[in-house]
C-alpha cells in the first residue's frame, strides 16, 4: 500500500482536476473492501458477544490483528478468512464481483450438520 505522502500527493492530484492512475483506482478500491470488511467483522463479532481477544483465540490470531482488521488496515488471506468464519459462525463466500458488498451469513444448520459428521 502506498505511504501517506503518496495519498496525500494523489489527492491533490485529483483536487487539482489531474487524471489519477490505474493504481491509485486499484488502493482505492482495496481500501474500500478492507474498511467492508472490517465493518463485517466487527458486527458479526458484537453479535455473537464477543471481546476482540476472544475473536482472536477463535481464530488463532492475536488481539492487534483483530483491530487492524476491524480498522480496514489489513487484508486477510483466504485461510485467515476460512479460519475468521469458523470462528464467526459463518459461511465464507466468494465471488469476483468486488462492487458486491461485503457481507457475512451465519452458518445454516444443514451446512453446519453436514459439516460436524465424522467420516466412514
Known sequence: MAGH??????????????????EYAAMVEEARLGQELGAAVYRRRIELGLSQTELAGRAGMTQPQVSRL??????????LMVRLA???????????????P????????????LSQRKPR
Open 70 to 79: 476491524e480498522g480496514g488496515a489489513h487484508m486477510p488471506t483466504i485461510p
Open 5 to 22: 505522502s503518496k495519498w496525500k500527493t494523489i489527492k491533490a492530484k485529483r483536487l487539482a482536476g489531474k487524471e489519477v492512475s490505474p
Open 102 to 113: 461485503v457481507e457475512f451469513r451465519a452458518i445454516t444448520t444443514a451446512c453446519h450438520s
Open 86 to 100: 469458523a470462528a464467526l459462525e459463518i459461511d465464507v463466500v466468494m465471488h469476483g464481483d468486488v462492487s458486491a
